[in-house]
């Protein structure tokens, strides 16, 4: 064989294998997550602040959540009534998507901060069709954060082609942030944001 070639397959073929081995064992995704979570440290990603985030008009930033069907851990249909009136943290994920597993240990940390808050409420949405994966996800990793399954279709503008999507979503229903993409929210601004929302809520 070349010489060129074989310095070639040799500078490949580890990579190849790892990567592939990785695939198949199916560690590929907590391997990007944690990855991804040391991109997250850094801080280098924070969650857009301002309404430029959503479209500007009036009409696609108020969603109305009352045909949202989610269903708890348990399997049981959530009535949408008890999130009227309360700042919502709307978080839509995956078990196989690694960004959205890398950002969940900032989110858990945020969450602890406001599990105690009637005032606002964690929706962490999982999309996928068996919602075993994600809860045996959960679980295993020890996160407070209540998790929910949807069951149906996401109202009107909240939909989103990107996993992770993040939504923030003020008291009277309207959405004061969308990020797509994972996000570094266990932060000072991100607290004041919800704060200054909360005093509206009930």
């Not at 073929?13 to 991804?36: E, K, N, R």
């Not at 045909?67 to 009534?81: E, K, T, W, Y």
């Amino acid at each position: 064989m070349h010489p060129q070639i074989k310095r070639f397959l040799n500078s490949w073929l580890f990579p190849i294998l790892l990567f592939g081995g990785l695939y198949m064992t199916g560690l590929h995704t907590p391997v990007l997550a944690f990855f991804q979570r040391g991109i997250l440290a850094t801080g280098l990603l924070q969650p857009e602040m301002e309404l430029a985030a959503v479209d500007r008009t009036d009409e696609q930033l108020l969603v109305d959540l009352a045909d949202l069907r989610v269903a708890n851990r348990d399997g049981r249909l959530v009535d949408p009534s008890r999130l009227a009136g309360k700042v919502i943290f709307l978080n839509l994920w995956a078990s196989w998507c690694p960004p959205c597993l890398a950002e969940m240990p900032n989110i858990d940390a945020l969450y602890g901060d406001y599990a105690d808050d009637d005032r606002v409420a964690f929706v962490m949405l999982n999309v996928e069709q068996d919602f075993g994966q994600g809860k045996d996800l959960i679980q295993n990793r020890g996160y407070a954060f209540p998790v929910y399954h949807l069951r149906g279709r996401l109202p009107a503008g909240l939909e989103s082609g990107t996993l992770p999507t993040t939504y923030l979503i003020d008291s009277s229903g309207r959405v004061v942030v969308r990020h797509r993409g994972m996000a570094q929210y266990d932060t000072e601004a991100y607290r004041e944001m919800i704060d200054r929302l909360s005093v509206d809520a009930r």
